[in-house]
Protein backbone atom coordinates (compact mmCIF):
# COMPACT_ATOMS: atom_id res chain seq x y z
CA UNK A 1 0.00 0.00 0.00
CA UNK A 2 2.82 2.31 1.09
CA UNK A 3 6.17 1.89 0.76
CA UNK A 4 9.36 4.72 1.76
CA UNK A 5 12.64 3.92 0.34
CA UNK A 6 15.14 5.55 1.75
CA UNK A 7 14.23 9.23 2.37
CA UNK A 8 15.88 12.66 3.41
CA UNK A 9 14.23 15.33 3.94
CA UNK A 10 15.47 18.81 5.00
CA UNK A 11 14.34 22.05 6.58
CA UNK A 12 16.15 24.65 4.53
CA UNK A 13 19.34 23.25 5.88
CA UNK A 14 18.21 21.55 9.05
CA UNK A 15 18.54 17.52 7.77
CA UNK A 16 15.95 15.49 9.78
CA UNK A 17 14.71 12.44 8.05
CA UNK A 18 18.05 10.90 7.60
CA UNK A 19 17.34 7.85 5.27
CA UNK A 20 14.16 6.66 6.51
CA UNK A 21 12.50 3.40 5.18
CA UNK A 22 9.46 1.35 6.00
CA UNK A 23 6.51 -0.13 4.46
CA UNK A 24 2.77 -0.34 4.86
CA UNK A 25 0.72 -3.41 3.98
CA UNK A 26 -2.30 -3.53 2.89
CA UNK A 27 -4.76 -3.96 5.72
CA UNK A 28 -2.91 -3.90 8.55
CA UNK A 29 -1.76 -0.89 11.28
CA UNK A 30 2.29 0.59 11.76
CA UNK A 31 3.13 2.91 14.29
CA UNK A 32 5.86 4.76 14.59
CA UNK A 33 6.98 5.75 17.87
CA UNK A 34 9.38 8.40 18.90
CA UNK A 35 10.30 11.17 21.72
CA UNK A 36 9.11 14.71 20.68
CA UNK A 37 11.34 15.94 18.09
CA UNK A 38 12.08 13.07 16.59
CA UNK A 39 11.07 13.23 13.19
CA UNK A 40 7.59 11.88 13.27
CA UNK A 41 5.76 14.52 11.99
CA UNK A 42 7.99 15.35 9.15
CA UNK A 43 7.73 11.75 7.74
CA UNK A 44 3.74 12.39 7.76
CA UNK A 45 4.93 15.62 5.89
CA UNK A 46 6.95 14.14 3.46
CA UNK A 47 4.47 11.25 2.61
CA UNK A 48 1.32 14.11 1.97
CA UNK A 49 3.59 16.24 -0.12
CA UNK A 50 3.96 19.67 2.31
CA UNK A 51 7.64 18.99 3.05
CA UNK A 52 8.93 16.07 0.01
CA UNK A 53 11.80 14.14 0.69
CA UNK A 54 14.97 15.86 -1.17
CA UNK A 55 16.36 12.00 -1.63
CA UNK A 56 14.76 8.66 -1.93
CA UNK A 57 10.88 7.73 -3.13
CA UNK A 58 7.56 7.24 -1.48
CA UNK A 59 5.44 4.70 -3.31
CA UNK A 60 1.53 4.85 -2.49
CA UNK A 61 -0.09 1.56 -4.35
CA UNK A 62 3.14 1.44 -6.04
CA UNK A 63 2.70 4.59 -7.94
CA UNK A 64 5.45 6.69 -7.47
CA UNK A 65 3.82 10.35 -5.33
CA UNK A 66 7.45 11.56 -4.16
CA UNK A 67 7.18 14.74 -6.02
CA UNK A 68 3.25 15.24 -6.78
CA UNK A 69 1.39 17.73 -4.78
CA UNK A 70 -0.45 16.94 -1.84
CA UNK A 71 -4.05 17.75 -3.78
CA UNK A 72 -2.99 15.02 -6.30
CA UNK A 73 -1.52 12.54 -3.42
CA UNK A 74 -4.95 13.29 -1.40
CA UNK A 75 -7.31 12.45 -4.84
CA UNK A 76 -5.57 8.97 -4.81
CA UNK A 77 -7.21 7.80 -1.21
CA UNK A 78 -4.85 9.11 1.51
CA UNK A 79 -6.39 10.57 4.55
CA UNK A 80 -4.38 12.48 7.51
CA UNK A 81 -5.40 13.23 10.32
CA UNK A 82 -3.01 15.74 11.42
CA UNK A 83 -1.18 16.68 14.83
CA UNK A 84 -3.56 18.69 17.23
CA UNK A 85 -6.68 17.76 14.96
CA UNK A 86 -7.01 21.15 13.05
CA UNK A 87 -10.87 20.69 12.51
CA UNK A 88 -12.97 23.90 11.54
CA UNK A 89 -13.58 25.56 14.93
CA UNK A 90 -16.79 27.55 13.77
CA UNK A 91 -18.06 25.18 11.99
CA UNK A 92 -20.98 22.23 12.93
CA UNK A 93 -19.61 18.88 13.19
CA UNK A 94 -21.89 18.15 10.34
CA UNK A 95 -20.81 20.83 8.40
CA UNK A 96 -17.29 19.68 9.18
CA UNK A 97 -17.98 16.43 7.92
CA UNK A 98 -19.44 17.94 4.45
CA UNK A 99 -16.34 19.48 3.70
CA UNK A 100 -14.41 16.43 3.74
CA UNK A 101 -16.76 14.57 1.97
CA UNK A 102 -15.88 12.86 -1.54
CA UNK A 103 -17.19 9.87 -3.62
CA UNK A 104 -20.73 8.25 -3.67
CA UNK A 105 -19.88 4.52 -4.23
CA UNK A 106 -21.61 1.80 -2.30
CA UNK A 107 -19.32 0.91 0.90
CA UNK A 108 -18.52 4.55 1.31
CA UNK A 109 -18.16 6.38 3.96
CA UNK A 110 -21.54 8.68 5.34
CA UNK A 111 -22.77 10.74 8.03
CA UNK A 112 -24.58 7.64 8.97
CA UNK A 113 -21.88 5.18 9.65
CA UNK A 114 -19.72 7.84 11.22
CA UNK A 115 -21.74 7.99 14.15
CA UNK A 116 -22.28 4.39 14.03
CA UNK A 117 -18.62 4.39 14.38
CA UNK A 118 -18.32 7.30 16.93
CA UNK A 119 -22.06 7.80 18.54
CA UNK A 120 -20.99 10.90 20.49
CA UNK A 121 -20.49 12.85 17.29
CA UNK A 122 -24.40 12.15 16.69
CA UNK A 123 -25.81 13.64 19.94
CA UNK A 124 -23.09 17.14 19.24
CA UNK A 125 -23.78 17.30 15.57
CA UNK A 126 -25.08 20.81 15.58
CA UNK A 127 -22.03 22.07 17.85
CA UNK A 128 -19.10 23.90 16.56
CA UNK A 129 -16.01 22.45 16.44
CA UNK A 130 -14.99 24.79 19.51
CA UNK A 131 -17.60 23.39 21.86
CA UNK A 132 -16.21 19.80 21.66
CA UNK A 133 -14.43 18.39 24.10
CA UNK A 134 -10.52 17.21 23.12
CA UNK A 135 -11.87 13.34 22.30
CA UNK A 136 -14.91 14.60 20.24
CA UNK A 137 -12.29 16.41 18.49
CA UNK A 138 -10.46 13.81 17.96
CA UNK A 139 -13.07 11.48 16.76
CA UNK A 140 -14.00 14.73 14.66
CA UNK A 141 -10.53 14.92 12.37
CA UNK A 142 -10.66 10.90 12.44
CA UNK A 143 -14.51 11.24 10.92
CA UNK A 144 -13.85 14.23 9.03
CA UNK A 145 -10.63 12.14 6.90
CA UNK A 146 -12.72 8.68 6.87
CA UNK A 147 -15.28 11.31 5.03
CA UNK A 148 -12.70 11.49 2.16
CA UNK A 149 -12.76 7.48 1.53
CA UNK A 150 -9.13 6.88 1.97
CA UNK A 151 -7.84 3.70 1.31
CA UNK A 152 -4.62 4.75 3.53
CA UNK A 153 -4.88 6.96 7.18
CA UNK A 154 -1.97 8.94 8.12
CA UNK A 155 -2.61 9.47 11.76
CA UNK A 156 -0.14 11.81 13.36
CA UNK A 157 -0.12 11.43 17.53
CA UNK A 158 -4.34 10.85 17.87
CA UNK A 159 -4.20 10.00 21.63
CA UNK A 160 -2.60 13.42 22.54
CA UNK A 161 -3.88 14.89 25.04
CA UNK A 162 -6.75 12.62 25.77
CA UNK A 163 -8.23 10.68 29.02
CA UNK A 164 -8.03 6.91 29.23
CA UNK A 165 -11.19 6.56 28.49
CA UNK A 166 -11.12 8.48 25.13
CA UNK A 167 -7.89 6.83 24.45
CA UNK A 168 -9.04 3.52 24.64
CA UNK A 169 -12.42 4.70 22.12
CA UNK A 170 -10.18 6.09 19.31
CA UNK A 171 -8.19 2.64 19.76
CA UNK A 172 -11.76 0.61 19.51
CA UNK A 173 -12.21 2.84 16.28
CA UNK A 174 -8.66 2.51 14.88
CA UNK A 175 -9.39 -1.71 15.05
CA UNK A 176 -12.70 -0.96 13.58
CA UNK A 177 -11.46 0.70 10.67
CA UNK A 178 -8.83 -2.12 10.19
CA UNK A 179 -11.14 -5.37 10.36
CA UNK A 180 -12.93 -3.03 7.59
CA UNK A 181 -9.60 -3.29 5.49
CA UNK A 182 -8.06 0.40 5.76
CA UNK A 183 -4.79 0.39 6.27
CA UNK A 184 -3.01 3.20 8.75
CA UNK A 185 0.51 4.83 9.28
CA UNK A 186 0.08 5.66 13.24
CA UNK A 187 2.81 8.11 14.68
CA UNK A 188 2.50 7.93 18.62
CA UNK A 189 4.26 8.75 21.77
CA UNK A 190 1.59 6.24 23.49
CA UNK A 191 3.46 2.99 23.91
CA UNK A 192 0.48 1.04 25.64
CA UNK A 193 -1.99 2.72 23.13
CA UNK A 194 0.08 1.75 20.00
CA UNK A 195 0.97 -1.40 21.10
CA UNK A 196 -2.50 -2.71 21.11
CA UNK A 197 -3.53 -1.65 17.95
CA UNK A 198 -0.59 -2.01 15.70
CA UNK A 199 0.66 -5.28 13.31
CA UNK A 200 3.98 -3.63 13.62
CA UNK A 201 6.52 -0.87 15.19
CA UNK A 202 9.23 1.36 14.11
CA UNK A 203 11.03 3.21 16.70
CA UNK A 204 12.24 6.71 15.22
CA UNK A 205 15.16 8.79 16.75
CA UNK A 206 17.22 11.68 15.63
CA UNK A 207 15.50 11.38 11.79
CA UNK A 208 16.52 7.32 11.77
CA UNK A 209 14.36 4.10 12.28
CA UNK A 210 16.46 2.54 15.53
CA UNK A 211 14.72 -0.35 16.06
CA UNK A 212 11.88 -2.20 14.42
CA UNK A 213 9.92 -5.38 15.26
CA UNK A 214 6.26 -6.63 16.19
CA UNK A 215 4.63 -4.40 19.57
CA UNK A 216 4.73 -7.69 21.42
CA UNK A 217 8.86 -7.95 21.12
CA UNK A 218 8.92 -3.64 21.83
CA UNK A 219 6.55 -4.60 24.67
CA UNK A 220 9.15 -6.60 25.90
CA UNK A 221 12.33 -4.90 25.15
CA UNK A 222 13.32 -2.77 28.46
CA UNK A 223 16.36 -1.34 26.92
CA UNK A 224 14.52 0.49 23.97
CA UNK A 225 11.91 1.18 25.80
CA UNK A 226 14.22 3.24 28.12
CA UNK A 227 16.60 4.37 25.69
CA UNK A 228 14.53 5.85 22.98
CA UNK A 229 10.95 6.02 24.71
CA UNK A 230 11.43 7.50 28.21
CA UNK A 231 9.36 4.19 29.76
N1 LIG B 1 8.91 23.83 9.85
C1 LIG B 1 10.10 23.50 10.40
N2 LIG B 1 11.22 24.19 10.12
C2 LIG B 1 12.40 23.85 10.65
N3 LIG B 1 12.59 22.80 11.48
C3 LIG B 1 11.52 22.07 11.80
C4 LIG B 1 10.22 22.37 11.27
N4 LIG B 1 9.33 21.46 11.77
C5 LIG B 1 10.06 20.63 12.55
N5 LIG B 1 11.37 21.00 12.57
C6 LIG B 1 12.44 20.30 13.30
O1 LIG B 1 12.53 18.98 12.79
C7 LIG B 1 12.77 18.06 13.86
C8 LIG B 1 11.69 17.01 13.86
O2 LIG B 1 10.44 17.61 14.17
P1 LIG B 1 9.07 16.83 14.08
O3 LIG B 1 9.04 16.06 12.82
O4 LIG B 1 7.97 17.82 14.30
O5 LIG B 1 9.19 15.83 15.31
P2 LIG B 1 8.08 15.01 16.11
O6 LIG B 1 6.82 15.02 15.32
O7 LIG B 1 8.68 13.64 16.26
O8 LIG B 1 7.92 15.68 17.44
C9 LIG B 1 12.86 18.89 15.13
O9 LIG B 1 14.20 19.14 15.41
C10 LIG B 1 12.13 20.16 14.77
O10 LIG B 1 12.64 21.26 15.50
MG1 LIG C 1 4.90 15.65 15.81
Redesign the pocket.
Known amino acids: MLKILDIHTY??D?Y??QGISLEVEEGSVVAIL????????????SIVGF?PPRQGQILFKDIDITHKPTYKIVQMSLGLVP?GRRIFASLSVLENLRVGARGQGAGTWNEEKIFSLFPPLKERAHHKGNELSGGEQQMLAIARALMTNPELLLM??PTEGLAPLLVRTIGDAILQLKEGGLSTLL?E?NLPFAIKVADYTHV?SK?TIVYSSTPGELWQNEEVKAQYLGI
Open positions: YGSVLGRNGMGKTTLVRTQDEVQLG
